[in-house]
């Protein structure tokens, strides 16, 4: 089955940090891009980074550049985001999204994971 | 960054009804947006992709259009199930970004 399962969402408190992963299965990961996509409570989504399918390129929101790092290990078929100096803000749940296309990336998200709830909070 | 307006932001119509939803872009994105459709408790699924391609599945009473700056996603006769809330997305400009939603509701 093709699937995408998310964990190590929490509550952490302001500053500290937090590492989520994705295990796909059901698909070759590693010839697909992947992103992360947040959604606040009650809110719309927000696209927060993505990562080639070699893992060579990556981009992020610049609401999270230089606190969250992407990374993937294609021999394990896990995404990750290590989240640091976590913010109230960045209270959501977080999904993993794989890329509709293979050949050329189109970072439009075919597969989403059911999401990991990330609670910033003292 | 590419700022998505999507309207109406609630749109209360019935079923078998024509619900047309409308997403406009701060600046040109060529045809490189989507639409996904989130029910409560559940994750995005992607419907259309660059502006006026059905993803595999979609029902045809889906459609997509428009170029530029301004887009449009026509639901041809609304099933129950569709009602929803709807997103744009661009990946036209880093960052890729999303529309704020337009939350379609049973009249």
């Known amino acids: 089955e093709v699937q995408l399962l998310e964990s190590g969402g929490g509550l952490v408190q302001p500053g500290g940090s937090l590492r989520l992963s994705c295990a796909a299965s059901?698909?070759?990961?590693?010839?697909?891009?992947m992103s992360w996509v947040r959604q606040a409570p009650g809110k719309g989504l927000e696209w927060v980074s993505a990562i080639s399918g070699s893992g060579g390129s990556t981009y992020y929101a610049d609401s999270v550049k230089g606190r969250f790092t992407i990374s993937r290990d294609n021999s394990k078929n896990t995404l990750y985001l290590q989240m640091n100096s976590l913010r109230a803000e960045d209270t959501a749940v977080y999904y993993c999204?794989?890329?509709?296309?293979?050949?050329?990336?189109?970072?439009?998200?075919?597969?989403w994971g059911r999401g990991t709830l990330v609670t910033v909070s003292s | 960054e590419i700022v998505l307006t999507q309207s109406p932001a609630t749109l209360s119509l019935s079923p078998g009804e024509r619900a047309t939803l409308s997403c406009r872009a701060s600046q040109s994105v060529s045809s490189y947006l989507a639409w996904y459709q989130q029910k409560p408790g559940q994750a995005p699924r992607l419907l259309i992709y660059d502006a006026s391609n059905r993803a595999t599945g979609i029902p045809a009473r889906f459609s997509g259009s428009g170029s530029g700056t301004d887009f449009t996603l026509t639901i041809s006769s609304l099933e129950p199930e569709d009602f929803a809330v709807y997103y744009c997305q661009q990946r036209s400009n880093w960052p890729h970004t999303f529309g704020q939603g337009t939350k379609l509701e049973i009249k």
């Open positions: 059901g698909f070759t990961f590693s010839s697909y891009a």
């Open positions: 999204a794989k890329d509709l296309a293979t050949v050329t990336t189109s970072w439009y998200f075919d597969l």
